[in-house]
T-cell receptor, first 116, second 116 residues
Framework: AQSVAQPEDQVNVAEGNPLTVKCTYS??????LFWYVQYPNRGLQFLLK??????LVKGSYGFEAEFNKSQTSFHLKKPSALVSDSALYFC??????????????FGTGTQLKVEL | GAGVSQSPSNKVTEKGKDVELRCDPI?????LYWYRQSLGQGLEFLIY????????KSGLPSDRFSAERTGGSVSTLTIQRTQQEDSAVYLC??????????????FGPGTRLLVL
């Protein structure tokens, strides 16, 4: 079975500082990994994904994530945080070896708070 | 272009009543997914439609839940005899057809359901 863990319920960072939101996963084979962001009372917005190839993936709004197979991690990063980055972030995984469609398994979410 | 739309945006109902939630996917997206976001359970997969194939219903929590997709486009999620534990945000997503799960799922704004 596929699973995702986001160990931090909340991350606080000062504006202008680098941010990291952590994600680890468990799958049978090579994972497909996704990051989404959710602003209050909004749906999920896609940020980036890793399917194959370069371990460093760049996405929307200056975010990037690094796939680390040995550590089974896919941490989300941004070099310089903005107050407008404050939102709820979800990591998701799909294990291509499992059958049953393309459903994503999501982590529990990490609330990012960027302060002035 | 237009994104995934969902209606209603909010729904308040009484315990025991039936509700219908609607999802309009992005034009050209043949894959459609329903997820539920609740405080206690996080984001859970409910059901997945892909073209004319039989839907993957493996995430439906009980037989009170059903969904259909007419004409390969609009989908309706129906909850019969609603219970208070059904209160949640119901999210719909769509994607291009994908046999391998690499396609990005794009989410609608959700329907916030409150069962009194």
């Amino acid at each position: 079975a596929q699973s995702v863990a986001q160990p931090e319920d909340q991350v606080n960072v000062a504006e202008g500082n680098p941010l990291t939101v952590k994600c680890t996963y468990s799958v049978s084979g090579n994972p497909y990994l996704f990051w989404y962001v959710q602003y209050p009372n909004r749906g999920l917005q896609f940020l980036l994904k890793y399917i194959t190839g370069d371990n460093l993936v760049k996405g929307s709004y200056g975010f990037e994530a690094e796939f680390n197979k040995s550590q089974t991690s896919f941490h989300l990063k941004k070099p310089s945080a903005l107050v407008s980055d404050s939102a709820l972030y979800f990591c998701a995984v799909r294990d291509p070896l499992t059958g049953g469609g393309n459903k994503l398994t999501f982590g529990t979410g990490t609330q990012l708070k960027v302060e002035l | 272009g237009a994104g995934v739309s969902q209606s209603p945006s909010n729904k308040v109902t009484e315990k025991g009543k039936d509700v219908e939630l609607r999802c309009d996917p992005i034009s050209g997206h043949t894959a459609l997914y329903w997820y539920r976001q609740s405080l206690g359970q996080g984001l859970e997969f409910l059901i997945y439609f892909q073209g004319n194939s039989a839907p993957d219903k493996s995430g439906l929590p009980s037989d009170r839940f059903s969904a259909e997709r007419t004409g390969g486009s609009v989908s309706t999620l129906t909850i019969q005899r609603t219970q208070q534990e059904d209160s949640a945000v119901y999210l719909c997503a769509s994607s291009l057809p994908s046999g391998g799960g690499v396609e990005t799922q794009y989410f609608g704004p959700g329907t916030r359901l409150l069962v009194l």
